[in-house]
Nanobody, 115 residues
């Protein structure tokens, strides 16, 4: 399984970005998928995710601003990020957890929000 994250960049506060996580080797529709982020000096934290059943959860800090979605035909998971804040600055990682409990991580994509 390989996960390729993209879409990060530099944006002003209040702006938007859409991250993409393209998966190969397993279907995003058949696995739990999530976005995590890690800011310098902080632990990696869950931002948003799909459970295997398809239910969605968000970190309180991003509720109402971020939306996770997936396109099964492209085998890709997205994270639409709106109303970005400087505290959203972090490296964002895509994660897949299989029904057998195996975890896979993509390389991160940097998101920087300037004030």
């Amino acid at each position: 399984v390989q996960l390729q994250a993209s879409g990060g960049g530099l944006v002003q506060a209040g702006g938007s970005l859409r991250l993409s996580c393209a998966a190969t080797g397993s279907a995003v529709s058949m696995n739990a998928m999530a976005w995590y982020r890690q800011a310098p000096g902080n632990q990696r934290e869950l931002v948003a995710g799909f459970s295997i059943s398809g239910s969605i959860n968000y970190a309180d800090s991003v509720k109402g601003r971020f939306a996770i979605s997936r396109d099964n035909t492209k085998n890709t998971v997205y994270l639409q990020m709106n109303s970005l804040k400087p505290e959203d600055t972090a490296v964002y990682y895509c994660q897949m957890i299989s029904i057998y409990g195996f975890q896979y991580w993509g390389e991160g994509t940097q998101v920087t929000v300037s004030s």
